[in-house]
């Protein structure tokens, strides 16, 4: 997925968890603000963050106990 797809992704993210902190706190539901900003939050580092937005494909990740290139065996 290229950068600016995840850019997007987040500006969305970004946009829906600032609305709901927005609409919680004037409803005064105050578990809801948290919801939100934790929704926003994730927007917000998709944008700043694109590259390390989303997790890598399992085969690119080590597997427990697979020797590393700094293994010294």
């Known amino acids: 997925m290229s950068n600016t797809v995840k850019r997007i992704i987040g500006a ?3 946009a829906i968890g600032g609305g709901l902190v927005i609409a ?4 005064e539901a105050w ?3 948290i919801f939100g900003a934790f929704i ?3 927007g917000l ?3 700043m963050y ?3 937005a989303f997790p890598q494909k399992a ?3 080590p597997q427990r106990g697979m ?4 293994d010294e065996s």
């Open 12 to 14: 969305i993210l970004l």
């Open 24 to 27: 919680f706190v004037l409803s």
């Open 31 to 33: 578990f809801g603000v």
């Open 40 to 42: 926003g939050l994730f």
């Open 45 to 47: 580092l998709a944008l």
């Open 50 to 52: 694109p590259e390390d």
């Open 59 to 61: 085969k690119e990740l």
């Open 67 to 70: 020797p590393t290139s700094d």
